[in-house]
């Protein structure tokens, strides 16, 4: 059995693995390129820890990177193993000698808020950065939550009460319409229609996303986006907003409706971080709370660093 088949195995057994960790998720955000797991065990073989990644090649480096629209990857430890710092640091200790012999270039993941394998990581000489994400863990009472939002919000929603919501978008329009947000603002989209409709298809059958849409009263799209959850969060994973409507009210109104899509799962909300200013403070206006996670990083080749600096470079004298 391989460490994949084996890890699909443990976290098919196991109450909760974050969206982005689950095997299924791997398989779609990872199709076509080489995914695969790490694994620390106990003398009986049972499974201590995993840390399943994304294995890249740039020439003759080798390296790990998030996935594609993935938020969290990084170190997921079992049940009897969570909560206490010592098991964890050694669960860690034993990840990195597998890595050690992976003769990586580079090593680059976002660890779950709250993880002990943060600190572990950091003693044992990787590169640990803050980063904030936006959560709004009570949705029990919308009315008390809606009085949470900022002043210009709750303004937004009164702008946007001639507006009309559905959950009927299909995926190629959703990818349409991404791409046409986008243009707008002189931008390309960062993935490809394939690549979402994989993702959209895997979820799909696990039943763990939906598109949300605002429109107009003739259903003309001002405001989407495609949203997942596990069972602890939904995640605010895809929101694109036409800025031909920007004051329409459509961005407040989509992500009270993706909030009331984590009411009826009865699971909390998560805007899926951004470190972007601009993007944080529209965030930061619905009552939300900033959360810190961390990423983890090591340069295992120092020349590795200069090779990214040349390919941004090049990339930037092709424009």
């Excluded at 951004?274 to 295992?300: I, L």
Aim: overall charge positive.
């Amino acid at each position: 059995m391989t460490n994949k088949e084996r890890y699909s195995k443990w976290t098919a057994e196991l109450e909760f693995v974050p969206v982005f960790m689950q095997p299924w998720w791997m398989d779609a955000v990872c199709a076509g390129k080489q995914w695969d797991v790490l694994l620390v065990e106990d003398e009986n073989g049972e499974i201590l820890g995993a840390m399943p990644y994304l294995l890249r090649k740039r020439a003759w480096y080798k390296y790990i990177i998030m996935p594609q629209q993935t938020q969290i990857g990084g170190i997921w430890v079992a049940p009897e193993v969570t909560g206490d710092k010592w098991k964890t640091a050694e669960v860690c200790r034993q990840l990195k000698e597998q890595m050690d012999k992976m003769d990586l270039a580079y090593y680059y993941q976002q660890y779950l808020p709250g993880s002990l394998c943060v600190d572990a990581m950091h003693a044992l000489g990787f590169k640990t950065k803050e980063r904030v994400t936006y959560r709004v863990d009570d949705l029990s009472d919308l009315d008390a939550l809606i009085t949470s939002f900022s002043k210009n919000k709750k303004r937004q929603l009164q702008k946007a009460l001639s507006l009309s919501v559905d959950r009927s978008m299909d995926i190629e329009d959703f990818y349409r319409f991404h791409v046409h947000c986008l243009a707008s603002r002189n931008r390309k989209i960062s993935y490809s229609r394939e690549f979402l409709l994989v993702l959209e298809r895997k979820a799909q059958r696990q039943g763990q996303c939906q598109i949300i849409r605002i429109t107009n009263a003739d259903g003309k799209p001002y405001a989407a986006a495609f949203l997942v959850w596990d069972k602890h969060y939904l995640y605010y994973l895809i929101p694109c907003y036409d800025p031909a409507f920007s004051d329409s009210g459509a961005g407040a109104l989509l992500a009270l409706e993706a909030m009331k899509l984590a009411r009826e799962k009865k699971v909390h909300f998560d805007f899926e971080g951004s470190m972007d200013r601009g993007t944080a403070k529209h965030y930061s206006q619905f009552g939300s709370t900033p959360t810190k996670y961390y990423s983890v990083e090591k340069y295992y080749k120092p020349f590795f660093r200069l090779a990214i600096w040349f390919q941004k470079l090049r990339e930037l004298s092709m424009h």
